[in-house]
């Protein structure tokens, strides 16, 4: 693809030094539908992106944004706070009859603000509350935002350092295979429980991602999740999900904690709850843990109706049944299958990832971001991930075509062998 140097200057001058991804991909997005994003010149790119994983249902869903058209032209509530609204009432009864209930997951909805960052506070903040405790465990190579409290359970180092002041009342826990994998599961946690000379205070809760995205695509095993549970329970701890990424579908189920078995004392929900990028999250917790004072939590924008509107078409549309499910099933073979045989051309390489999100880790830590950087000369928006940015991370859309999919994996292929 020939691409002419767009005209950056007002983002380069304007713009604070703090944008990242308009780095990666210079060019001026004008227009998107389903897997396809359209720069103001005309260059059309697959998206393996989506929105950092908010975009699952695809750009300018067609049956998403019907509903928020009807919505809007009819002078529907656009901002209320926390008031009761028919837009609030339609979600919370198509998510409980529709996702809870069939799952039999008994949690109250919170809605603590409009984006992920605001979740994970929330639900540190409740935890502290529920045990009167201030230590939270978290693990290797988590990412669970960038204010403060949810970057002090944050791994990254460069992310952490950000914050200008000490991130405290955590302690850090190896994620599953951050050790070698003859080391047993939880055997330090443990030790460091029982032994009254540890020096670790009595944590109030663990926060955990089943798949970690930001710290690589690292994929806990379902019994390291089970096992993790268990020792919660024993040890008087509250299991808090961070779902904000791998729920509502990406791994294949609504929630990726499904596929284990388990049912965490508390989630959080963002990036795609809404279907169609529009800022929204969710905190869900078990009914006792429900002592919030009225107030004691709030947030200007903790009540984005035109985000309830979509929030509740898109469950209607895709979550009565499993046809999307098994399509994601489907799609993970494809993608696996892709992975494989790239690995396999390339010395120390491998692979993981579970549903629709993959990553392919190169033995050299520049690879990735150069066969980032050339996807994009070909037509494909494709992010890295890890510690050090080395691995080549797949998010596409979960209603990619299975052509778009062949499509993009080529394309990745392609990049990857090309800059060797």
């Avoid at 099933?329 to 692979?351: C, F, K, N, P, V």
Wanted: with cysteine; proline share 5%.
């Amino acid at each position: 693809m020939t691409i002419t140097q767009p005209d950056l200057s007002v983002f380069t001058t304007l713009e604070s030094e703090v944008r990242s991804y308009c780095r990666s991909w210079p060019t001026v997005f004008a227009r998107a539908q389903g897997s396809r994003i359209h720069d103001e010149d005309g260059h059309e790119y697959l998206d393996f992106f989506a929105g950092a994983g908010s975009l699952n249902y695809g750009h300018n869903n067609p049956v998403l944004k019907r509903a928020l058209l009807d919505y809007l032209e009819h002078d529907g509530i656009t901002h209320a706070l926390d008031m009761s609204t028919t837009a609030k009432r339609t979600f919370l009864e198509f998510f409980q009859h529709t996702i809870l209930r069939p799952r039999d997951l008994p949690y109250k909805v919170m809605f603590p603000g409009p984006t992920g960052t605001n979740a994970v506070e929330a639900a540190l903040k409740l935890a502290r509350k529920v045990k009167g405790r201030e230590t939270v465990v978290s693990f290797t190579n988590a990412f669970h935002g960038m204010s403060l409290g949810a970057l002090a359970v944050t791994g990254n180092a460069f992310k952490r350092a950000g914050a200008g002041v000490p991130l405290v009342h955590t302690t850090r826990m190896p994620f599953d295979h951050y050790m070698d994998d003859g080391t047993s599961d939880f055997r330090w946690f443990e030790q460091q429980l029982a032994d009254r000379g540890s020096g670790l205070d009595q944590p109030a809760a663990v926060i955990v991602e089943t798949i970690q995205g930001e710290g690589g695509v690292n994929v806990a095993r379902p019994q390291w999740l089970r096992t993790l549970a268990t020792l919660c329970q024993e040890h008087d701890m509250l299991l808090i999900v961070d779902d904000i990424q791998m729920g509502c579908g990406r791994t294949g189920s609504f929630f990726s904690f499904e596929e284990a078995g388990i049912t965490p004392d508390i989630v959080t929900v963002s990036k795609s709850i809404s279907g169609y990028g529009l800022p929204m999250s969710l905190c869900l917790f078990r009914p006792e843990l429900d002592i919030w004072e009225p107030g004691e939590h709030n947030g200007t924008f903790r009540g984005n109706n035109p985000a309830f509107v979509t929030a509740a078409a898109a469950i209607n549309a895709y979550w009565t049944d499993d046809e999307l499910k098994q399509q994601i099933l489907a799609h993970a073979q494809t993608i696996e299958a892709a992975l494989r045989d790239t690995a396999a051309h390339h010395s120390g390489s491998g692979y993981r990832g579970r549903g629709m999100i993959w990553g392919l880790e190169l033995s050299d830590p520049r690879h990735a971001g150069r066969a980032a950087r050339r996807a994009f000369e070909f037509g494909l928006l494709v992010e890295t991930s890890g510690a050090q940015g080395e691995v080549l991370k797949l998010l596409p859309p979960l209603t990619i075509t299975a052509d778009e999919l062949d499509h993009g994996l080529r394309i990745m292929q392609r990049a990857v062998h090309e800059t060797t």
